[in-house]
């Protein structure tokens, strides 16, 4: 503690509410939340992989948005960077800035949280507890094999793929933001995609058992994530529009291969947070990767192939190039 949470000694402290709250069991760490730093043995032949992600209120989700689900989300981005290197979770920080100490809100979030950490075998063995405008900040630990799944790993003649469905969470958020609307069931649908994602962990850690995959999971719209992996990998890439795995809910706003909505077609190719993986693999590959998710239990759909041309483009049924200036996020443009 540098600075107290709170003055009122009425009030629990910042070392109650970290008890309280953020302290359970950690029996795969050396030693957990209570000490200066907390002590990690990796296992032996492994990589230890480390990711952070801040949720920012006002800026990733709304200050009065349901604490029980900024506990998972908080947890699932992270997680979703673990799934994207074929990482094995394991443990986690949590850094919070809180406004004011509201232990309702706190018990929910911490339950959305331990709730998914759970599922992943993910353990919390630290973070900072601190006043100040909400924000969220993990940072994830995993293991990997020596070769994990990485943005540069992408050749030309490779298939590119997409898991589950994309669009929906982005939908969700135009629903919410009233620029459509969506009837009950398609709201509910796009807005656990925004409010809950799931992180595709079993898949990476399925695809990483294959020779050669590039991988990145698409947190800022399809385009501009694939974009990262074409840069890292000096290729380019040919996308079958018709052949995007579009969320149930945008398909009908989608006619034929040419979509005619603006809308639809931004949240297809440039909503964020749909928490997808987006991969290459070898075209031969193709069954392996199919089996991968079976086990992982997600769809998985091809659609496109890596060029040596280092342009990215996407194409109509008629194989014609569409004129496209959807971008994904960027928090400085
Ligand atoms: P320091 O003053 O050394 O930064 P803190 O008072 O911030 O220590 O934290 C005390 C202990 O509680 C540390 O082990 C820290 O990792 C842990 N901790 C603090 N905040 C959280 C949190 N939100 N979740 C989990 N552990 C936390
Ligand atoms: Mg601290």
């Known amino acids: 503690m540098k600075t107290a949470l709170l003055a009122d000694p009425a009030m629990p402290s910042e070392f109650d509410l970290i008890q309280q709250f953020f302290t359970r069991p950690t029996p795969s760490a050396v030693l957990g939340v209570g000490d200066d730093a907390a002590l990690l043995l990796v296992s032996a032949g492994k990589l230890l992989a480390v990711s952070s992600d801040m949720l920012v209120a006002g800026r990733h989700f709304l200050p009065d948005a349901d604490p029980y689900l900024l506990g998972h989300k908080t947890l699932a981005v992270n997680l979703s960077d673990l799934a994207?290197?074929?990482?094995?979770?394991?443990?986690?920080?949590?850094?919070?800035a809180l406004p004011a100490v509201d232990e309702t809100w706190l018990s929910a979030f911490s339950r959305g949280f331990f709730d998914l950490a759970d599922r992943f075998g993910v353990e919390l063995i630290g973070g900072d507890t601190t006043a100040g405008p909400l924000n969220l900040c993990v940072t994830i630990f995993g293991e990997t094999d020596v070769?994990?799944?990485?943005?540069?790993?992408?050749?030309?003649?490779?298939?590119?793929?997409?898991?589950?469905?994309?669009?929906?969470?982005?939908?969700?958020?135009?629903?919410?933001?009233?620029?459509?609307?969506?009837?009950?069931?398609?709201?509910?649908?796009?807005?656990?995609?925004?409010?809950?994602?799931?992180?595709r962990v079993v898949l990476?850690?399925?695809?990483?058992?294959?020779?050669?995959?590039?991988?990145?999971?698409?947190?800022?719209?399809?385009?501009?994530?694939?974009?990262?992996?074409?840069?890292?990998?000096?290729?380019?890439?040919?996308?079958?529009?018709?052949?995007?795995?579009?969320?149930?809910?945008?398909?009908p706003m989608l006619p034929e291969s040419l979509p005619d909505s603006d809308l639809a077609r931004r949240c297809l190719l440039a909503g964020g947070d749909d928490y997808e993986l987006c991969f290459t693999a070898p075209a031969q590959d193709a069954p392996a990767v199919h089996?991968?998710?079976?086990?992982?239990?997600?769809?998985?759909?091809?659609?496109?192939?890596?060029?040596?041309?280092?342009?990215?483009?996407?194409?109509?049924?008629?194989?014609?190039?569409?004129?496209?200036?959807?971008?994904?996020?960027?928090?400085?443009?």
Not at 212 to 221: E, H, K, P
Not at 222 to 246: K, N
Not at 319 to 324: A, F, R, Y
Request: hydrophobic share 50%; charged share 20%; aromatic share 2%.
């Open 291 to 333: 089996a991968a998710a079976m086990t992982a239990g997600v769809a998985v759909s091809r659609v496109g192939r890596i060029t040596l041309s280092p342009e990215l483009r996407v194409l109509d049924q008629k194989g014609v190039q569409l004129p496209i200036k959807e971008r994904g996020f960027d928090h400085f443009a």
């Open 84 to 96: 994207a290197m074929g990482a094995t979770p394991r443990w986690a920080t949590l850094a919070l």
């Open 147 to 199: 070769r994990p799944l990485r943005r540069d790993a992408a050749q030309p003649g490779d298939d590119i793929w997409v898991s589950g469905d994309l669009g929906g969470a982005a939908l969700g958020l135009a629903h919410l933001q009233g620029e459509t609307v969506l009837n009950d069931n398609d709201a509910a649908a796009c807005l656990a995609r925004l409010h809950r994602p799931e992180p």
């Open 204 to 251: 990476g850690l399925a695809l990483a058992a294959l020779p050669r995959i590039a991988a990145i999971d698409v947190s800022d719209g399809l385009l501009a994530d694939l974009g990262h992996i074409l840069e890292r990998s000096a290729v380019g890439a040919e996308i079958a529009m018709a052949s995007l795995p579009a969320h149930p809910a945008l398909q």
